[in-house]
Every structure is written in structure tokens, then in C-alpha cells.
T-cell receptor
Framework: RKEVEQDPGPFNVPEGATVAFNCTYS??????FFWYRQDCRKEPKLLMS???SGNEDGRFTAQLNRASQYISLLIRDSKLSDSATYLC??????????FGIGTKLQVIP | GAVVSQHPSWVICKSGTSVKIECRSLDFQATTMFWYRQFPKQSLMLMATSNEGSKATYEQGVEKDKFLINHASLTLSTLTVTSAHPEDSSFYICSAAGQGNSPLHFGNGTRLTVT
């Protein structure tokens, strides 16, 4: 079983739609969780860290469910510029992060 | 925010040659840096952890004699791909974080093509 699993997609959604991604992790000792955005042929950029209480940044909401060992990312009012691959990552400490394969999102006009 | 710079952005080399990639933390000191590799349509795979002033820690399956890592200062780590082969062609990305459980920030990546 992979340490971090994501549905690779692609998810094709119309502009303005709400879309949600889930990511499951196998390491019950994981301490930190992150969502990164990666554009084609570019480096990943941090979108947001994921906290136990859940956190929101504008149109983006991230949640953590420790009992079921998954994190989620919700994007509201999708924009064309949101088209990218979204990577989830987990860390058991020492800053070492394991990533999923990424979920590709394509927002359609 | 934290900035990590990587150089070169892309390189094309012939089989058998060595390629050095530099990773610098520009506005913070990084005792630990991480080197990842990403093949097309695949996940970022951690290759090794670079520790300032000590030997790097390699992930299982990564040849330490082929991928030489040097972390001589708190702001610079280098990865040298020795005797490169076409199968080493990939996107190499370094990353670093501040203290504690700060999230990783990535360099801009190096796209290596070995002909």
C-alpha cells in the first residue's frame, strides 16, 4: 500500500464549480500535512498546511480526519487559473515529507 | 517567505558525464535540505536528505555513489549525478524548510536530459 494515495484524475469541472479532493495516508504517526500546487513542468508551491481544526484560505478549505487518516481540499468558485496538479504531503517529523501522485484539476470555461 | 533557489534550471548532457545541481536557501539557514526526483506523471520521490556538515541519508534504492550530495554550508547543498545515463533523465527538485515542522519550500527544479 502506498504511503500517500490520491486519485490522479483528471477532474474536469466548469468555472464556478466547487470541487473536492481527498488524500489518504497510511502512517498513523504522521504529524504534519500539506497541500501543494504544481503547474506543468514547474516546482510544487505550498498552497496550505492542514491543521487538525481545519483551515480556510479564501476559496480553499483544508481538513484533516485523523480517525480515517485522510485530508481533504475543497475549492469553491473554481477559476481557470486553478487548473493544476494538487499534491498532498505528510510528514512524520524531521521535515521529511512524503507526497502522493497528485490530482490533476482542469477548470473548463 | 522562505525562498529556495536551484541552478541550473535545465541541462542536457551526454551519457557518461557528470552534472552538478546547486540548491541555495536565500533568506534562511537550512541545516537540512531534501532532494526529490520526479518522472513524468509520477509522484515526487525523495532521494536523499542532505545534512549540513555530515553525510547525506539516502532512501532505499538510491545509489549514494551515483548521486553525490554535499552540504558544506547552511545555505548550500549540491547534488552531483555521476556517470549519467538516459534513465537518469528526470526533474530534480531540492527543498528546505525553516525550523520545527515548517512546510517545505521547493527550488525551481532542474530538468536533466541525458542523451
Amino acid at each position: 500500500r502506498k504511503e500517500v494515495e490520491q486519485d490522479p484524475g483528471p477532474f474536469n469541472v466548469p468555472e464556478g464549480a466547487t470541487v473536492a479532493f481527498n488524500c489518504t495516508y497510511s502512517n498513523s504517526a504522521s504529524q504534519s500535512f500539506f497541500w501543494y500546487r504544481q503547474d506543468c513542468r514547474k516546482e510544487p508551491k505550498l498552497l496550505m498546511s492542514v491543521y487538525s481544526s481545519g483551515n480556510e484560505d479564501g476559496r480553499f478549505t483544508a481538513q484533516l480526519n485523523r480517525a480515517s487518516q485522510y485530508i481533504s481540499l475543497l475549492i469553491r468558485d473554481s477559476k481557470l487559473s486553478d487548473s493544476a496538479t494538487y499534491l498532498c504531503g505528510e510528514s512524520g517529523g524531521y521535515q521529511k515529507v512524503t507526497f502522493g501522485i497528485g490530482t490533476k484539476l482542469q477548470v473548463i470555461p | 517567505g522562505a525562498v529556495v533557489s536551484q541552478h541550473p534550471s535545465w541541462v542536457i548532457c551526454k551519457s557518461g558525464t557528470s552534472v552538478k545541481i546547486e540548491c541555495r536557501s536565500l533568506d534562511f539557514q537550512a541545516t537540512t535540505m531534501f532532494w526529490y526526483r520526479q518522472f513524468p506523471k509520477q509522484s515526487l520521490m525523495l532521494m536523499a536528505t542532505s545534512n549540513e556538515g555530515s553525510k547525506a541519508t539516502y532512501e532505499q534504492g538510491v545509489e549514494k555513489d551515483k548521486f553525490l550530495i554535499n552540504h558544506a554550508s547552511l545555505t548550500l547543498s549540491t547534488l552531483t549525478v555521476t556517470s549519467a545515463h538516459p534513465e537518469d533523465s528526470s526533474f530534480y527538485i531540492c527543498s528546505a524548510a525553516g525550523q520545527g515542522n515548517s512546510p517545505l519550500h521547493f527550488g525551481n527544479g532542474t530538468r536533466l536530459t541525458v542523451t
